[in-house]
């Protein structure tokens, strides 16, 4: 069973950054992906990424001032935003899609039906 940990969510300014964590357990070859979601509006993908590779999948949200690095080993996945805006205000969840073996990556893309939501953790932008 996968199991999604969310965490960094905080209040910025406007033109600042926000660095979001999510740790994974119970997945070993897959994807991990951000999500967001705020009232009245649809969920949209932002960012996935394979895990333990390097394929990346970004969303139009937030184009250009994104970025999913994988740090610190395979089962985690952390969201580098930056020159955030007002309307960039969400709660931000991470998502996981376990795979098999000899999988294509692109799997991994926003549009696929993600398994496994964590609680979600909320990022704050104000004036």
């Known amino acids: 069973q996968v199991h999604l940990a969310e965490s960094g969510g905080d209040l910025v300014q406007a033109g600042g950054s926000l660095s979001l964590h999510c740790v994974a357990s119970?997945?070993?070859?897959?994807?991990l992906a951000w999500f967001r979601q705020t009232p009245g509006r649809a969920r949209e993908g932002v960012a996935s990424?394979?895990?333990?590779?390097?394929?990346?999948f970004y969303g139009s949200a937030l184009a250009g001032r994104v970025s999913i690095p994988q740090l610190n080993g395979a089962n985690n996945a952390t969201l580098q935003m930056h020159s955030l805006r007002i309307e960039d205000r969400a709660m931000y969840y991470c998502?996981?899609?376990?795979?098999?073996?000899?999988?294509?990556?692109?799997?991994?893309?926003?549009?696929?039906?993600?398994?496994?939501w964590g609680q979600g953790t909320r990022g704050t932008v104000i004036s």
């Open positions: 998502a996981a899609l376990p795979l098999g073996f000899f999988t294509s990556a692109a799997q991994c893309a926003l549009n696929k039906e993600y398994t496994s």
């Open positions: 990424i394979y895990v333990g590779g390097r394929t990346t």
């Open positions: 119970g997945i070993t070859r897959g994807c």
